[in-house]
């Protein structure tokens, strides 16, 4: 078992910054791929970004690429997105997801096994 928790989450302005964390504990996170995953109110849940276990590859969904970044710190237990120039377009609860262990870096949201709660976040215009 895998326990996921983000914080971060928060009310920013259109341009502005965030950084959601998402903290695990349980089996070696250092084994897991990671993912974010957004679902704004009726919609789907969508995928945001994934990074590999050992760190070396990421994806990124068109929406986001070049203002969001993804990272972890495996000593830290932790893997970070990293949002700039944000949009009201972005408004959604942020999920974090972990896949594995020792699996391949994945996008689809029903390959990942372990999901935190979720985390708020609200771009005004």
């Known amino acids: 078992q895998v326990q996921l928790v983000e914080s971060g989450g928060g009310l920013v302005q259109d341009g502005g910054s965030l950084r959601l964390s998402c903290g695990a504990s349980?089996?070696?996170?250092?084994?897991?791929?990671m993912g974010w995953f957004r679902q704004a109110p009726g919609k789907e849940r969508e995928f945001v970004a994934a990074?590999?276990?050992?760190?070396?590859?990421?994806h990124y969904a068109d929406s986001v690429k070049g203002r969001f970044t993804i990272s972890r710190d495996n000593a830290k237990n932790t893997v970070y997105l990293q949002m700039n120039s944000l949009k009201p377009e972005d408004t959604a609860v942020y999920y974090c997801?972990?896949?594995?262990?020792?699996?391949?870096?994945?996008?689809?949201?029903?390959?990942?096994?372990?999901w935190g709660q979720g985390t708020q976040v609200t771009v005004s215009s």
């Open positions: 997801a972990a896949r594995g262990p020792l699996r391949g870096i994945r996008i689809r949201l029903e390959e990942f096994d372990y």
């Open positions: 349980g089996r070696a996170f250092s084994n897991y791929a």
């Open positions: 990074i590999s276990y050992g760190g070396s590859e990421t």
